[in-house]
């Protein structure tokens, strides 16, 4: 908890408002008065209307959906705040939109993950605060310091006194390997990995599952589940393949496009995510179950503030 001085100030555009009023009561402190609207064609509109000069900055903003919006938000508000004198301004980015566009795929494609990390910088921003970007190198695309947090941590603690000799961990697919490897180590369980063809973008054909996950709870691990065709088509092969239980979890809840009725059909038992993306309340599911990051953003605002490492939080 901050309580010394005043040189610290925290804002917040309009993407995930209750996660930034829980992080900034976690530091016993406030948000700062910022008008953040639009102008009658759409363009954003940004005004800090209280003194920043010289102070410690946090911007709070995912760029979650509506995503270009919301990175104007962030971008001009981060470019206010540069010309009113910030001190140092650090943008807090729970949910990094466009991190799946890190590379090229195809030729002519564009590396757009590069061109955001590009836009955050030249707004002013002096350092970055996020949480499990979905490819790492994309911290080297930024020529400023660059944390990105941990969710699991949050993920294993709320699982840790529900698994049993009959759990297993399970990866949805072979990009997720590493996060459910570390997970599974965590909790002690056995892995399995479903292998998985995708034809086109946002369609997948499940081809088969590595390891035995009969008469098994599967607990499948994710970092982010967008239209949710992968997860749902990975749940109902471990259904198909003799699982007693099925429950998900991941970092990011972008849930786009058909996501929640692919959701609300899927033998998917419980869905545990993160709030680094704000859940309207239409897209909410009895089976879902919301936990906070704020405790963890909290902490490495309180440890960049106070020029303390930041191990013990990846720790």
Known sequence: MITHGN?????AGNSNL???RTIAAKLNT????????????????????????????FIIQSTSTPVNDNLMELLIMIDAAKRASAGRITAVVPYFGYARQDRKARSRDPITAKLIAD?????????????DLHAAQIQGFFNIPVDDLLGGPTLYKYFADKIDEDTIVVSPDVGSVGRSRKVAERLGCPMAIIDKRRPRANVMEVMNIIGNVA????LLVDDMIDTAGTICQGAQALKDA?????KACCTHAVLSGPAVERLAKSPIDEL??????????????PKFKILTVADIFASAIENVYLDKPMSKIYD
């Open 119 to 131: 836009l955050i910088t030249s707004a002013g921003a002096d350092r970055v605060l996020t949480m």
């Open 18 to 20: 209750p996660l930034a």
């Open 7 to 11: 040189e610290i100030k925290l804002f």
């Open 215 to 218: 008469g098994k709870k599967c």
């Open 30 to 57: 406030g948000l700062g008065d910022v008008e953040v609207t639009k102008f009658s064609d759409g363009e954003t509109s940004i005004h800090i209307c209280e003194t920043v000069r010289g102070r410690d900055l």
């Open 272 to 285: 545990v995510m993160l709030d680094t993306i704000q859940l309207p309340p239409e897209k909410k599911l």
């Open 242 to 246: 003799g699982a007693t239980e099925i």
